[in-house]
């Protein structure tokens, strides 16, 4: 029965990886690679989460939150903001508290 449902779905898209938008591991690669060019060295990610349209910002996104090595317990943690479909830089701020 396991067989044949396997073979009977396997054209059908994965509902958590919908087309058309970067995985949050991209966009945690991604976030990390921006900081890194403006001058954050030894980030590194600590989470990543979607964030959807009207929560925070207008439009759909990955909130990635990097923090120094060794942890600082987020003082000196930055989130960087990047576009859901291309990982395209929207903001890079300090957590709000």
Known sequence: MCGILFFATRGLEDPSRPKGRILSIDAGRRALSIATERGYRGYEVVHVARARANEGAPEDRWVVLLDKVPHTSLKEA??????????RLL???KPRR
Do not use: I, Y
């Open 78 to 87: 930055v989130v960087v903001e990047v576009e859901l479909e291309s990982g």
């Open 91 to 93: 903001r890079l701020r």
